[in-house]
């Protein structure tokens, strides 16, 4: 049965009841309701809240947390059957993030059917826009101490496309790269710049297809 007018937003109810011939209910099943997932972010904080599954004549065995950061739901996490609430970061998940929105769907699974067919309900599939912060530090020191020794951009997500150029003061590049992950030691060629103020520019396509230009000076620093 496909109830096309139920409003997704709230729980629904359902039971069928098979008729005889006389017109005269003869069995009637368990009730059975959607599960509406409900999806709060706060900061770094993801808090995902649902509706327990009613009513099996099992039992719900556990619920599974699917999650999508580029089109494709995956199972990410086993719940207890007894919990209604999850909650993760979303640091956790953006640099897997390669679309316009990160998608999550809960399902719930039956055990001990005494029919033998366990059954499956699943929520409808909610999202959130991808959160597209770009953070740049202004000074590091790179004096091999394990401490604020790297230099890059910090995203919130994985560009679609990204070039970071260093310069100095001369314009020279003295640094250059396409891959978002690598870090600048602070040298040229494996020497070490001296200390003072590095120019640097940043495009970057996010994965909503938005680019964004940004430049701003880099400050080495050797602890001394």
């Known amino acids: ?22 017109n005269i209910p003869a069995t009637i099943s368990n009730i059975a309701s959607n599960i509406v997932l409900v999806l709060n972010i706060n900061e770094d904080e993801i808090k995902l809240s649902w509706n327990h599954y009613r009513t ?3 039992t719900i065995s556990s619920y599974k947390l699917y999650v999508s ?4 739901l995956e199972e990410r996490n086993l719940v207890s ?39 499956e309900s699943r ?3 909610i999202c959130t826009p991808v ?24 995203l ?14 001369k314009r020279k590049i003295v640094f250059e790269t396409i891959d978002f992950t690598k870090e600048w030691d602070g040298t040229m060629n494996g020497s070490p710049l001296a200390d003072g103020v590095y120019l640097w520019l940043l495009k970057v396509r996010t994965p909503s297809g938005k680019d964004i230009i940004r430049s701003g000076t880099i400050t080495i620093m050797h602890n001394r």
Request: hydrophobic share 40%; aromatic share 12%; proline share 5%.
């Open 56 to 58: 099996w004549n099992g």
């Open 81 to 119: 059957s007894g919990d209604t609430v999850f909650i993760l970061s979303y640091s956790d998940l953006m640099y897997e993030v390669s679309a316009g929105e990160v998608c999550f769907l809960i399902k719930a699974v039956e055990a001990s059917n005494p029919y033998g067919v366990n059954g």
């Open 1 to 22: 049965y496909n109830d096309a007018n139920a409003d997704i937003s709230k729980v629904n109810y359902y039971r069928l009841k098979a008729i005889n011939n006389c």
């Open 131 to 154: 959160i597209e912060k770009i953070t740049v530090p202004n000074i590091f020191t790179p004096d091999n101490n394990s401490v604020n020794d790297f230099f890059r951009p910090v």
């Open 156 to 169: 919130s997500f994985t560009p679609l496309s990204y070039k970071l150029i260093i310069n100095d003061l």
């Open 69 to 72: 950061t580029g089109g494709i």
């Open 123 to 125: 929520s409808s599939v």
